[in-house]
């Protein structure tokens, strides 16, 4: 799986953005999609995640209610929708796909590919 991300950009406190994750191969559709951040001096952490089939998703504290992951298997595309923006959500916001078909993993080793990362940047 080859991940590409998207819309990442320069946004005010309270505004919004949102994320696209485009996938090339046929795995897509059965990974589990994380859409992950890391700003600069911290560790990369789990923002949201979804699994394959969209049944189940997963949040981190920090953006519970603000932001909404999904996905559309049949464009081979994940999104994460970021509301209510922070000047702590800047960050460089990566996503990443697990093909093991398990629970949605909160640990970034768990993730076999990754997209090349897309800046967000929220001004106070």
């Known amino acids: 799986v080859q991940l590409q991300a998207s819309g990442g950009g320069l946004v005010q406190a309270g505004g919004s953005l949102r994320l696209s994750c485009a996938a090339s191969?046929?795995?897509?559709?059965?990974?589990?999609m994380g859409w992950f951040r890391q700003a600069p001096g911290k560790e990369r952490e789990l923002v949201a995640g979804?699994?394959?089939?969209?049944?189940?998703?997963y949040y981190a504290d920090s953006v519970k209610g603000r932001f909404t992951i999904s996905r559309d298997n049949s464009k081979n595309t994940a999104y994460l929708q970021m509301n209510s923006l922070k000047p702590e959500d800047t960050a460089v916001y990566y996503c990443?796909?697990?093909?093991?078909?398990?629970?949605?993993?909160?640990?970034?080793?768990?993730?076999?590919?990754w997209g090349q990362g897309t800046q967000v940047t929220v001004s106070s």
């Open positions: 990443a796909a697990d093909s093991s078909h398990g629970v949605v993993a909160t640990t970034a080793w768990r993730y076999e590919y």
């Open positions: 191969g046929r795995t897509f559709r059965h990974s589990n």
């Open positions: 979804i699994s394959w089939g969209a049944a189940n998703t």
